[in-house]
Each structure stands twice: as C-alpha cells, then as structure tokens.
C-alpha cells in the first residue's frame, strides 16, 4: 500500500505543481479506487481528511517555489485566502453530517461546472494596478469555493484557476502560484474542521505527502521550460478529464446506474469536451496568427 500510495502522490504532485488544478482531485479518486479494491475502508470523510492533508504539503512546497518566481499575486491571497479558510473549517465541520453519496454528487457537479468555465476562453493579460479590484465579489466566490473544498477536501484550484483567468485575467502561471496559496489555506481549514483521529489515516497521509512534495518540485521546475499555451492545453485536458471520471465514479458508485448508461455518458462527456476544446482552446489562434 505504501508503493502505490507513493506512485499516486508522486503523479498528483507533478500535476499540481504543472497546473495547480486536477492533484488532490486524483489523490480522491484513487483513494476511493484503492479503498474499493483494495478493501482499506476508507470512507469519504477519511478520504477528504487524507487528501487535505496532502493538498497542504504539496501547495506549500509549490507556492514558496512560485513565491520566490514572482508569480503571486498578494492581494488575491489575501481577499481570497481568508474567507476561504474561514467558510472550509465551518463546511468541513458540517460535512461530518453528511452521507458518502451527498459528498460525491457535490463532488461530480462542481467539476462539471470548472470544466466549461476553465476550457472556454479567457484572457491572459496581467492583472493592472489600474483596474478596480472587485473586493466584494472575491470574498463571495472565496467562501462559495471554500465551502465546497472544505467539504470534498480539495484545494479547490479547479475551480478557482477559472476565476483568476477569467475574473483577474491572470497568466496561467500566476494563476497556478497565486492558486497553490489560497489552495493552502482552503486545506488549513479543511482539516481544522475534521480534528479528530477517526478522520486521519496516518499510513496513507504520510507516503502521500513525502511524494507528493518531490512530485510539485518537478511539476514546478517543468512550467519554466513549458509555454504559456501548452500550460493551458494541459489544464483543459486535466480538467476535462477530471469531469468525466469523477461523474462515472458518482453514476456507478453512488446511483447504481447500469453499465451502459454510465458508457453513453462518458462517452458524450468526452465528446463535448473535445469539441469545446478544439473550437475555444486561445492556442489554435496564437498558432494560426
């Protein structure tokens, strides 16, 4: 179990530190796949615990790496960090409350919605000093994000990265360093709200958390060499893909939905949004001009 849990944290890690978006969503996945085949009865909330565990580490190893690169944008940490910390420990103190099949249904709908938001395009100019920063509409969008993280014990960065390219017009990359920050803080109060050693595997947390921090070290050493275009590219496979298995794993695991539909879904799920890539993906016309 540790080989596999290193191998999975290793993996995440690489992402998360590519992309900020996508890391502690496989960490949940594959936990949920190791329980169930492996017969290590994790239920969700363990699940949830183990994986913000994780995010912390790995967010915090990349976020300092990001710092020093000067890709963080303070102000958005700090109208977004707090609120987001706040609103996690309270809704992971609520989720305590609330069945294996809830958490994943909020889960697969959430990731639906950041797939559309993050492969439709977006601006990736730097945020101005000029422009007005939208101080109320943050703190609302932090806690709506920090709610829901604090729940599925994410970093949420599938869904801030949306925000912070679209809203703030952010790069990729200072959305991905900026993100691994609030991220951090979403994680804090996440794991806050599950104190309690009926929620914390400690044989799971630790191999995770060793490889996963090597793991963001690489992913952040590779955006250096990456451009900005395949940075986004690689998201919105990420993402896509994240939304397709997290919505078979609710069909099959939580609705018991027969085989067939869950095949149909999937398939007109990856469809849609290969075609949404194709056609909205900001890189076809970079190379085309």
Known sequence: MWLLALLIGLLSGIVIGLVTVGGSIIVTSMLMLMSAVFHLQLNMKQIVTTTAFYT????ISGAIYFWIQRLVVHKIVLYFGIPALLSSMISSLLANSLNNQVLQGIFAFFSLLAAVAIILPS?????RTDMEFPYV???????IIGTVGGMIGV??????MPIFLRLFRLSVKQAIGTGMFVGGMLC??????KLSWDYIRIEVIVPLSISGIIGVLIGGKLTTIISEKWLNLLMCLIIAAIAVQTHIV??????????PVIITVSLIMSATFTWLIFKYNPIRERTGA
Not at 155 to 160: D, H
Not at 250 to 259: E, G, I, T
Request: net charge negative; glycine share 8%; no cysteine.
């Open 56 to 59: 912390l580490f790995t967010t």
């Open 123 to 127: 601006s990736n100019k730097d945020l």
């Open 137 to 143: 509409i943050s703190i609302i969008l932090s806690i």
């Open 155 to 160: 970093a949420a960065g599938f869904l801030y």
């Open 188 to 193: 804090v109060g996440t794991i806050l709200g």
């Open 250 to 259: 609710f069909l099959a695991d939580s609705l018991m939905v027969p085989l």
